[in-house]
């Protein structure tokens, strides 16, 4: 869950002034603000020894801009770094239970484009590109092979996302779109 909070300092008389440049009657000056994330997990896996072993923790850096394209439309590029310890996999000599693998990072870029396109259609689209890998592993894999160096679980290099809106008025549209990614590991 992301909380987003954009202050904009106001600025007296009738125009404001140059911070970010100005192209015709076009004034862009950068919000002030920042974002706060609530730390809320999408599930939870138990296992019976996961009392034993170490909570997974994360930890994220990242910077990016945002250009507001007029007031009906917007760019974003992110770039991230993820790095998370005591990483866990199931353990597959023991159903029901899990092998802490170590460390992985993923480093990435994230794009997006959300807005109007023409009168009465709309765009969100997204493209990522993350590079992530184990960096630390205690546990080898069933072929006997250490888990470092391989590519971190569920981390597909490249995802597109396109999304398409047609209103019709205020009260009612239809949208369509969909989500495309390269190959990922499952564990």
Avoid: C
Wanted: proline share 8%; charged share 20%; aromatic share 8%.
């Amino acid at each position: 869950m992301w909380i987003g909070i954009n202050v904009v300092e106001p600025h007296p008389g009738p125009k404001p002034p140059q911070i970010a440049g100005e192209v015709g009657d076009v004034r862009a000056m950068p919000p002030v603000g920042g974002v706060f994330q609530v730390p809320i997990a999408d599930s939870f896996v138990f296992r019976a020894n996961s009392d034993q072993l170490e909570p997974t923790r994360t930890e994220n850096k990242e910077i990016g801009v945002k250009l507001d394209i007029g007031a009906k439309a917007s760019l974003t590029a992110a770039l991230f770094d993820m790095s998370q310890t005591n990483i866990q996999v199931a353990d597959p000599a023991n159903p029901g239970f899990a092998l802490p693998v170590g460390k992985q990072r993923t480093r990435g870029l994230e794009l997006t484009f959300a807005g109007e396109i023409a009168p009465q259609w709309e765009m969100i689209s997204g493209y990522s590109y993350m590079d992530g890998s184990i960096t630390e592993s205690t546990e080898r894999t069933s072929a006997d092979t250490p888990f470092q160096g391989n590519t971190a679980a569920l981390t597909p290099r490249h995802s597109l996302n396109l999304w398409l809106k047609r209103k019709f008025n205020d009260r009612y549209y239809v949208a369509a779109g969909g989500r495309a990614e390269s190959a990922r590991y499952a564990s």
